[in-house]
Each structure stands twice: as C-alpha cells, then as structure tokens.
C-alpha cells in the first residue's frame, strides 16, 4: 500500500533537491537511500541532485540527512543548509533569522539576511576546512595535500585536496569544458587515493578575486553548484597562492559570494529558492 508524502522542492543556484520536513511528515519503514533514487529521477520522479531530510536534533535546531541521486548518503551540503534555513525561517522554528543546524560534518550556523517570500539570501559559516590527509580522508599522512599526482586516462593532474566535512579534490586548468570535466570527474571520484570516493572541481582563475568552477559530485556526477566545492575550491586557491581569501565564485548556476575567514571558518552568501511543495505517492520500502 502507498503513501503520500509531503516535500518542497528547492534549489540554490541550480542545485536542487527535495526536501521533507520530519518535524511534520514520518518516513518510518522507508528506506531513505532508495526513497531518494526515485524521487530524484528526472523522469520517473520529482526530478533533482538528492533527497534532504530535515528533522529534530538534540543539539541544534535541526538535523539535516542528505542524500544524493544514487541513494548514498553524503556528510554535508552548503547550498542545502542555505535551503534548509530558508524552510525552517517559514515553519516558525527560528524567529530571529538564524538558524543552527546539525549534519554528519558537525554543527553548521545560517543566517536569512533577505527574506523575499519564494527567495532568500542566505550566509553560512561551512565550518573551518581540514587540511590533513588522514582527515579529508586521501590515502597520503601529509599536513598539507596540495599538488598530489593523480592519473587519469594517461595524464597526470595536480590536485589538492581538502575537506569540508566531505572530500575535495581540485584541480586548476585553463578550460573547464565539457570533455574536461565528464570524463576526468567520475575517473577521479573513484581514484584509489580517495577511500570514500570524492567530489572533483575544476577551476579556472579569472583573478585573484575572482574564480570560476565546475563541480563533478561525488553520487551525482555534475550540478549546477556546489557550496562545499565552493568553500573547497576557495581554499586551495589560497592554499596555491592564486586567489585572495575573498572572492566571487561563478558556478554554472550562478554565483557565490565567498571567504576564508580570519576565525578560519568559510562564510557563504548565496540564495535559496522554493521551486514548488507537493506530494509524492510512494509505494514500497
């Protein structure tokens, strides 16, 4: 017998997901992972990058569980978080726009800092990034993983990795096209140096303020923005020496506003949509 369960769907810049509030909507005896490789099909279901479950926490306002479209579960993501403020702003679960939320990356705080209805502009702090090997995790026990030598269809490309609660692998090239990114992103997300897979950007410097990424994401392949990528992406910048610690980032779906902060935590400035609310009839486990 199916049931219908309540969603929003949501996206920030073009990333999208669907969201359920576990405050009002039980998904007892349904399995998270496979509930969010049918809802994200693009053709057979509501369409999107993954499922978000959002839910109460014991030590935040909320527990965030995100899932991507091949039903794994994924330890963070910042455009998400803006989403999830955004919803939480609406329900009445934070009157002063702020916004603390937990995830498997650790307890991550937002702030609405426009409220237009259908629209909000959104900062997140994404939390301080972590820089040894053992912690990203890559199979390396340096301090540092910056220009490490991955193959990839007979090239060799010089990555440095960085967490962000979730693995970053990213690379600098002069092209982020098409061939570049969809074919070296699922070849390195699945390279032996990662033992939990990874997310790969590849970023182009525009200047030292300014940078431009495509994202191929781990359990996904490519969306049209990634917050984590983004905070990850600006810190091996800095980390290289090509970019300051506050730029604008352009992804294919828009544009961030983004820092590396003296307190070393990474703020985000970006929006969160609401696309629709709906129901989706689902039947089996």
Known sequence: MGRRIAFTKMEGLGNDYVYIDLFETSLEEIDPGALARKVSDRHFGIGSDGLVLIGPSDTAHCRMRMFNSDGSESEMCGNAVRCIAKLMYDAGRHTDGRVSIETLAGLINARIMEDLGTHAQVE??????????????????????????????????????????????????????????????????????????????????????????????????????????????????????????AVRMDLLGGSLEIEWCDDENIKIVGPAVIVFKGEYYHEGK
């Open 124 to 245: 997140v702090f994404m939390g301080v990034p972590r820089l040894r090997g053992p912690e990203i995790p890559v199979r390396s026990e340096a301090d540092r993983v910056i220009g490490v030598p991955l193959e990839s269809g007979g090239v060799t490309w010089y990555a440095t990795c960085v967490s962000m609660g979730n693995p970053h692998c990213v690379l600098f090239v002069d092209d982020a096209c098409d061939d570049l990114v969809h074919s070296v992103g699922p070849a390195l997300e699945t390279h032996e140096f990662f033992p939990n897979r990874t997310n790969v950007e590849f970023v182009e410097v525009i200047d030292r303020s300014h940078l431009r990424m495509r994202v191929w994401e781990r359990g996904a392949g490519e969306t049209l923005a990634c917050g984590t990528g983004a905070s990850a992406s600006l810190v091996a910048g800095v980390l290289n020496g090509v970019c300051d610690r």
